[in-house]
């Protein structure tokens, strides 16, 4: 934790801000090992960079003062991660990485070879993405919340999941202006200068695209951003390209 996020809905009616969660309470303790009066640099979501002040510690939470230094604004042009289903594990470093560098939204669509056995776990549960989302804004120092959408209904006990708009239908009814990772593709300096106000950004399945996928994508004029000559996990591509992006496309804060 590089810096502490607080939600407008911690802030009690005297203006100070509790935080109740035993993990973060740990963290600010036995961590960074503050005690009261300490300072800590924080964030208040999707409003403001600054301080939090202890000032009074007890066993069931922490109460401290927040105050304001900069009011940052958000990445332009702006960053739609579209993934398909991956891994448990990939999804969560992914999330964090989209924490980190404050992409606009995120969302997990099935393809062609998404693998559907991975939409039983608890990784796809709301306040398990916003867990991982937030994790990784305390690391990076980002505020602004992304948001995030499922492109499916996770199964129940006794319900099978039920699919919604897949990346190929996405793209055929979108008017957005995408780009698909792919290691044939065009380094991102041979598609400047940028125009756009939002890209979004399609992610294969570990497995690939399909011929069927990609012959969406050229008819619907969709270039391919190659990353690196490496085969690449999704997790290492997506952090690949948030970087290769904030180093290659002018960025308006």
Known sequence: MNYLLLDPSQKSGTGEFKISSKDR??????????????????????????IFKILKISSEEILGSYTRIIKPKRRSPSIHLIVSVQRPPTVEKILELAGVW??????????TLSRTEYLTSPVWKEENI???????????????????????IPPGKKTSFEKKESISEIVSSSSRKFFYLDKKGKSIQE???????????????????????????????????HLSSSVLRSEQAVSFFLSQWENSVPTNY
């Open 25 to 50: 309470i740990v963290h600010i303790l036995k961590v960074l090992q503050k005690k009261e009066g300490d300072k800590i640099k924080a964030g208040l979501l999707d409003t403001s960079l600054g």
């Open 102 to 111: 404050g992409v606009k939204s995120l969302e997990f669509r099935l393809a």
């Open 130 to 152: 916003k867990e991982k989302l937030i994790l990784g804004m305390e690391q990076g120092g980002n505020v602004f919340l992304p948001r995030f959408e499922l492109g499916f």
């Open 191 to 225: 598609f400047l200068p940028l125009d756009e106000k939002e890209y979004s950004i399609l992610v294969g399945p570990e497995p690939g695209w399909t011929k069927a996928e990609l012959e969406i994508f050229r008819k619907s004029n969709i270039p391919g951003i």
